[in-house]
């Protein structure tokens, strides 16, 4: 089966991510998701909650009419959409089978082993954690060609990026039917396999580095938290939103490329990484960062309020839109 065929789609776990997941699953018009989660009153918590996850069309937060239940209702009733109270029947006619549930191995580990002996025998199987290994995940199943990572970015149903990760084990052809499946023409999803696993795989390595980073510059008063964003959001944000970070320095360095800007800055970049910060993200009592920067951020933002939600997810639609503009010239803008 080629992953353009139709496909019946098994998502097990529901919080933010799973919900997303299935928004981003029913905007292929070709596609069946049946869903399964043991939180209680499950029906109703879907009808409150996926609304909110289902495409729009691209307006102002103010001028978009309230998600409302009648859009799941009619998922339901056109057969496109199917909750299931027990995972048998959820995974019995999955060609895909894709879990978001806790970042906990023991768990992962026995749902795999109870959804290998469910699902039917060519069904795929995908994991969205954010950082277990397949390779892990797999010890308690017969057939450990079939397991792979597909790690989205929060909230999958408008960030472009899926990290692909099989393990050493998954059979080459699992791997292609994946990168295919988010491939498909007119999605703005961009699928990256990986080459090897590696903890954290690529996109929150590189968060967390510079997270970390940042956490030490404010632990250090070089900065406060709310400047920093404005840094980041001011300078490296928009740059590397439009070229990345090895394409930014390639014509950084000018004629001579990124061999250029290395052989200039090279001394400067090695003196700053040198002296890169460390901090302890399990707790440090000598300097008590973790709460110097619980404090600041608390201080400048506040609580998330569901407005700031659906503004932060419409200023996402935009920046991936403007990603995929032409302008018009063949040019290399400045760095």
């Given at each position: 089966m080629s992953a353009t065929d139709p496909q019946r789609i098994t998502l097990i776990g529901l919080g933010t991510i799973g919900?997303?997941?299935?928004?981003?699953?029913?905007?292929?018009?070709?596609?069946?998701?049946?869903?399964?989660?043991?939180?209680?009153?499950?029906?109703?918590?879907?009808?409150?909650?996926?609304?909110?996850?289902?495409?729009?069309?691209?307006?102002?937060?103010?001028?978009?009419?309230?998600?409302?239940?009648?859009?799941?209702?009619?998922?339901?009733?056109?057969?496109?959409?199917?909750?299931?109270?027990?995972?048998?029947?959820?995974?019995?006619?999955?060609?895909?089978?894709?879990?978001?549930?806790?970042?906990?191995?023991?768990?992962?580990?026995?749902?795999?082993?109870?959804?290998?002996?469910?699902a039917p025998l060519p069904a795929h199987f995908w994991t969205s954690t954010s950082g277990i290994a397949a390779s892990a995940q797999q010890q308690k199943m017969d057939n450990k060609t079939r397991l792979l990572v597909v790690h989205p970015f929060n909230p999958p149903h408008i960030m472009p990026l899926l990290e692909i990760v099989p393990s050493p084990d998954t059979s080459p052809e699992r791997v292609e039917f994946?990168?295919?499946?988010?491939?498909?023409?007119?999605?703005?999803?961009?699928?990256?396999?990986?080459?090897?696993?590696?903890?954290?795989?690529?996109?929150?390595?590189?968060?967390?580095?510079?997270?970390?980073?940042?956490?030490?510059?404010?632990?250090?008063?070089?900065?406060?938290?709310?400047?920093?964003?404005?840094?980041?959001m001011a300078s490296l944000g928009p740059r590397w939103a439009g070229n990345g970070v090895f394409e930014s320095y390639q014509q950084g360095g000018g004629e001579g490329g990124i061999r250029a800007f290395l052989d200039k800055l090279g001394g400067t970049m090695q003196a700053v990484w040198d002296n890169l910060g460390k901090v302890n993200v399990l707790g440090d009592e000598e300097t008590n960062w973790k709460e110097k920067v619980i404090s600041q951020v608390n201080e400048a933002y506040g609580a998330l309020?569901?407005?700031?939600?659906?503004?932060?997810?419409?200023?996402l639609k935009d920046f991936v839109e403007t990603q995929t503009k032409k302008y018009g010239h063949d040019s290399i803008p400045e760095a």
């Open positions: 919900m997303s997941m299935a928004a981003l699953h029913l905007s292929r018009e070709n596609v069946v998701v049946d869903i399964f989660d043991t939180r209680p009153n499950f029906d109703q918590y879907v009808l409150n909650t996926l609304p909110n996850f289902l495409s729009q069309d691209s307006a102002s937060a103010d001028s978009k009419p309230q998600p409302s239940t009648s859009s799941v209702a009619l998922l339901i009733a056109s057969g496109r959409l199917h909750i299931h109270t027990s995972l048998e029947t959820a995974c019995a006619s999955a060609t895909i089978v894709q879990e978001q549930g806790p970042e906990n191995l023991e768990f992962k580990q026995s749902l795999w082993a109870q959804v290998e002996a469910l994946a990168r295919e499946y988010f491939s498909i023409p007119g999605s703005k999803h961009r699928p990256v396999v990986l080459q090897k696993e590696i903890p954290g795989f690529v996109g929150n390595r590189l968060a967390f580095a510079l997270l970390r980073e940042a956490c030490y510059l404010v632990q250090e008063d070089v900065v406060s938290a709310k400047d920093l964003d404005t840094i980041l309020t569901p407005g700031q939600v659906r503004e932060k997810e419409e200023r």
